[in-house]
Nanobody
Framework: QVQLVESGGGLVQTGGSLRLSCTAS????????RNWFRQAPGKEREFVAG????????HYADSVKGRFTISEDNAKNALYLQMNNLNVEDTAAYFC??????????WGQGTQVTVSS
């Protein structure tokens, strides 16, 4: 079973950028559908971006389209989320999630992103 570790969060001003990384171990990450979710304080977890197994399809939440880019590096067994033009509504804990049909979702521990005005 794959294990996931996120990194790259931090404090950034409105309009700034961050790049999140998710490093997988224990299995071939590209054999899973790979997603980024986020959860702001007092709110439900929400889907941010995802890439299907083997990278055939990419999709984004409407709230991040045109600002965030999900990408993969299969040689490094890693997933990334480039976040540009950040705003305070993007403040949340960001989670990497691996999904495969018939199995429970696997979540990383999360990385905090805080955007100041």
């Amino acid at each position: 079973q794959v294990q996931l570790v996120e990194s790259g969060g931090g404090l950034v001003q409105t309009g700034g950028s961050l790049r999140l990384s998710c490093t997988a171990s224990g299995d071939v990450f590209s054999n899973y559908a790979r997603n980024w979710f986020r959860q702001a304080p007092g709110k439900e977890r929400e889907f941010v971006a995802g890439i299907t197994r083997l990278g055939s399809i990419i999709h984004y939440a409407d709230s991040v389209k045109g600002r965030f880019t999900i990408s993969e590096d299969n040689a490094k067994n890693a997933l990334y989320l480039q976040m540009n033009n950040l705003n305070v509504e993007d403040t949340a804990a960001y989670f990497c999630v691996a999904r495969r049909t018939g199995e429970d979702d696997i979540w990383g521990q999360g990385t905090q992103v805080t955007v100041s005005s």
